[in-house]
């Protein structure tokens, strides 16, 4: 189960991709669902890559990706 802001920073990356063909940044996430901290959005990557919705790089800022469906 996905809180409110786990589903509004999912749907952001999910919006991002299907328009840029590229993830976003964690910056360009705070900046595109409206939280300051980095630390924040960091936390967020964080539960949705345990819930197994993303996966990522940490190497690389631009790795996220959706790997789970998911209702809106």
Request: proline share 3%; aromatic share 4%.
């Amino acid at each position: 189960m996905l809180t409110k802001k786990q589903r509004i920073v999912l749907n952001a990356i999910n919006e991002y991709v299907q328009r840029e063909s590229i993830s976003p940044t964690v910056r360009e996430l705070c900046d595109i669902v409206g939280i300051t901290s980095t630390s924040t959005v960091h936390a967020h990557l964080n539960k949705l890559e345990e819930k197994g919705y993303i996966t990522r790089k940490r190497e690389s800022p631009r790795s996220i990706r959706v790997v789970k469906e998911y209702n809106i």
